[in-house]
């Protein structure tokens, strides 16, 4: 909320997140429901440590739009969109938003890509990545193991960025037909 760049969508930020929460409770779950038990397994065992890691996905960017389900972006620069965690239909959301690529962090390799908008899945960890190196774009596990900067895996992912969206380099999921689609009922999914 801090981020923000005004009150009004600071306000629009904290209303989604009520609705959400609100509808969770009356469907008898929670957000005590997250982090998934794949999330578990993986070692992201609260959700603190869950939305410390979202935020961190986002830098230090101000928020300049805050978008319901696949409302359009419109702003240059960060725009938070509500979506559900459910891998599928958040990447659904996206594309519906009019997201031209799509990056999608795994840790534990959701096999998933969008028929409308490239998926570039990038693996967390290179245990992940040698494991499903057939589904996996890019492996971000080397920067934990100091091999690349944060700075050095970036620009390998702009670049493999620019590849695909010049049409010079499919992604995985696409040479692999891996086409997943699934909107968001707005129900609760977590």
Do not use: H
Request: glycine letters at 12%; aromatic letters at 4%.
């Amino acid at each position: 909320i801090n981020r923000c760049v005004s009150e009004e969508k600071a306000e629009k930020f904290a209303s989604i997140m009520q609705t959400y929460a609100q509808r969770a409770v009356e469907a008898g779950s929670g957000f005590d429901m997250n982090p998934s038990p794949g999330n578990i397994k993986d070692g992201l065992i609260t959700d603190a440590m869950k939305s410390a890691g979202a935020a961190k996905k986002g830098g230090t960017s101000p928020v300049v739009d805050v978008l319901d389900y696949t409302e359009q972006a419109v702003k240059p620069g960060l725009n938070l969109l509500c979506t559900p965690g459910n891998d599928v239909e958040s990447t659904t959301g996206l594309a519906g938003s009019g997201a031209n690529l799509i990056v999608f962090t795994t840790g534990l390799g959701t096999p998933t890509g969008n028929p409308i908008t490239p998926t570039v899945k990038m693996a967390s960890n290179t245990v992940l990545a040698t494991r499903m190196a057939d589904i996996i774009d890019i492996d971000a596990g080397s920067i934990i193991t100091g091999e690349d900067t944060i700075e050095t895996k970036g620009e390998e992912l702009l670049e493999l960025l620019i590849r695909i969206a010049s049409g010079e380099e499919m992604t995985k999921a696409e040479r692999l037909g891996q086409y997943d689609f699934i909107p968001w009922k707005r129900g609760v999914s977590l």
